[in-house]
């Protein structure tokens, strides 16, 4: 059985735990990205119902 070198043990470790690290971050971006998402779709929703209002009452105004 050939047992590995030890710098290398070490170093492998620590490229997993900076990888580890960067996935982390990763993550966190993507849920603030999504959450950032949700929220512009939110205001998206809100402006579209707004518009959709103002348009019924003007046709209400311009009917009678």
Known sequence: QARMNPILDISAQDE????????EEVQKYVRELEQANDDLERAKRSVEKKRSEKRRVGKECRSR
């Open 16 to 23: 997993v735990a900076q990888l580890k690290a960067v996935r």
